[in-house]
């Protein structure tokens, strides 16, 4: 397991972690296909050394959680379990926008309910936007009731996920915000900006869909590096993801013990500066 690390809250983590979502049934809801294979992977993942799991009750709904559960408490020492709330699933699988008062206090105990825990280490505040990008709408009232329940004992620390600059500046005049989770990844590098002024201030980028999420990256280029460098197209993107910026933690998902395994050798794959370069089309 790589040696890369990154605080996250008052925690240093390793830069390759894990992401819970695959762990789920189809589009993210019901259960997994495989419910011992879905355990093997937690556990497999904290085997190799990720301390670092990302999931959420809306996974599912319930599943990831219960599974983290299921496969790890009592939870090792060194493991930082991050959640996020915001969002809910309707009957049919639809997402839905869940970030009245209420729905928020009922979301980070149901977290701590299904997780068997008494605190959240990190509690994000999904935004809505326009699902998987930011508007500029304000996020203060929903960001003000967690800093409440943050106050409260019940989170150690916030994060926002979705969102603009102008909106986590909108947090951090709220509350001390150590991630963001957004969208990012090779193709897709709308918060470059917002990447540089995160890591002048030791706040944690967490993008999402590193690998390119329901529909993966592709590209000749990526495919060509992979090639000149004996390894996987995704491994050459997440190599590029932790060669980007130093604040850059990965969550890359799975629900395979040898994709698992792939995904964590990215950070083996060491990548010239000339072929950063040829990756980023310049």
Same mark, same amino acid.
């Given at each position: %397991?790589?040696?890369?690390?990154?605080?996250?809250?008052?925690?240093?983590?390793? $830069?390759?972690?894990?992401?819970?979502?695959?762990?789920?049934?189809p589009q993210v809801f019901g259960p997994p296909k495989d419910h011992a294979g879905a355990l093997a992977v937690l556990r497999a993942a904290i085997e190799a050394g990720v301390?670092?799991?990302?999931?959420?009750?809306?996974?599912?709904?319930?599943?990831?959680?219960?599974?983290?559960?299921?496969?790890?408490?009592?939870?090792?020492?060194?493991?930082?379990?991050?959640?996020?709330?915001?969002? $809910?699933?309707?009957?049919?699988?639809?997402?839905?926008?869940?970030?009245?008062?209420?729905?928020?206090?009922?979301? @980070?105990?149901?977290?701590?309910?299904?997780?068997?825990?008494?605190?959240?280490?990190?509690?994000? %505040?999904?935004?809505?936007?326009?699902?998987?990008?930011?508007?500029?709408?304000?996020?203060?009232?929903?960001?003000?009731?967690? /800093?409440?329940?943050?106050?409260?004992?019940?989170?150690?620390?916030?994060?926002?996920? *979705?969102? =603009?600059?102008?909106?986590?500046?909108?947090?951090?005049?709220?509350?001390? @915000?150590?991630?963001?989770? *957004?969208?990012? *990844?090779?193709?897709?590098?709308?918060?470059?900006?917002l990447i540089d002024a995160l890591a002048a201030d030791g706040i944690a980028y967490v993008p999402f869909f590193p690998l390119g999420g329901f529909t993966p990256l592709q590209s000749s280029t990526l495919d060509e590096v992979a090639?000149?460098?004996?390894?996987?197209? %995704?491994? @050459?993107?997440? /190599?590029?993801?932790?060669?980007? =910026?130093? *604040?850059?933690?990965?969550?890359?998902?799975?629900?395979? @013990?040898?994709?698992? $395994?792939?995904?964590?050798?990215?950070?083996?794959?060491?990548?010239?500066?000339?072929?950063?370069?040829?990756?980023?089309?310049?």
């Amino acid at each position: %397991m790589s040696t890369l690390r990154f605080t996250l809250g008052h925690r240093s983590v390793n $830069r390759l972690g894990y992401g819970a979502m695959q762990l789920a049934g189809p589009q993210v809801f019901g259960p997994p296909k495989d419910h011992a294979g879905a355990l093997a992977v937690l556990r497999a993942a904290i085997e190799a050394g990720v301390d670092h799991i990302d999931t959420s009750d809306f996974y599912g709904p319930y599943v990831t959680n219960r599974l983290i559960r299921e496969a790890l408490a009592p939870y090792p020492q060194d493991v930082v379990i991050v959640t996020k709330v915001g969002a $809910r699933r309707g009957d049919d699988g639809a997402w839905l926008r869940a970030d009245s008062r209420q729905e928020l206090i009922d979301a @980070v105990h149901s977290n701590l309910r299904h997780l068997g825990l008494d605190v959240l280490e990190v509690v994000n %505040m999904r935004a809505w936007g326009t699902l998987h990008a930011p508007d500029q709408a304000s996020i203060e009232a929903p960001f003000t009731v967690l /800093a409440e329940l943050q106050q409260q004992g019940l989170i150690r620390h916030l994060g926002v996920s *979705n969102v =603009s600059a102008t909106q986590v500046a909108q947090a951090r005049a709220i509350a001390p @915000v150590v991630c963001v989770q *957004n969208h990012y *990844n090779l193709v897709h590098r709308d918060d470059d900006a917002l990447i540089d002024a995160l890591a002048a201030d030791g706040i944690a980028y967490v993008p999402f869909f590193p690998l390119g999420g329901f529909t993966p990256l592709q590209s000749s280029t990526l495919d060509e590096v992979a090639r000149q460098l004996g390894a996987t197209p %995704m491994q @050459v993107a997440l /190599a590029w993801l932790l060669q980007r =910026s130093a *604040n850059i933690l990965l969550i890359p998902g799975t629900s395979s @013990v040898g994709h698992l $395994r792939e995904n964590l050798a990215a950070a083996e794959v060491g990548l010239s500066a000339q072929v950063v370069r040829v990756l980023e089309g310049e």
